[in-house]
């Protein structure tokens, strides 16, 4: 996990240094909107509509597993509880008498 934090870390510092290599001006036309500046913001604001793009697909499996998470927690103290119940019985049953196996 911590190597791709890392991994991420890195990509990130390098499209930085991209986008501040770029600053030439241009022109971003989106069908009757249009928006001038630096190639150096408008890689930037891609950048960032990409990564919120991103968190966006993925939130809805993290509440789908943080979900899941909870019930297999609950289901676990549940099975926990039924085995503390299930020792107590078994140490409360007296010990059985042993059986000879002495021919008859």
Not at 26 to 52: C, E, K, P, Q
Not at 65 to 85: G, H, P
Request: net charge neutral.
């Amino acid at each position: 996990m911590i190597i791709f934090l890392i991994l991420g870390a890195l990509l990130g510092v390098f499209s930085v240094l991209f986008v501040l290599q770029n600053v030439t001006p241009v022109t971003v036309s989106f069908f009757t909107w249009h928006m001038d500046g630096s190639l150096a913001v408008m890689l930037f604001l891609a950048m960032l509509s990409g990564i919120l793009i991103t968190l966006l697909l993925l939130f809805p499996s993290y509440i789908r597993d943080a979900y899941r998470l909870s019930r297999l927690n609950k289901k676990t103290r549940v099975l926990e509880d039924e085995i503390a119940q299930h020792k107590a019985e078994l140490q409360s049953v007296p010990p059985q008498t042993s059986i000879s196996k002495e021919p008859l």
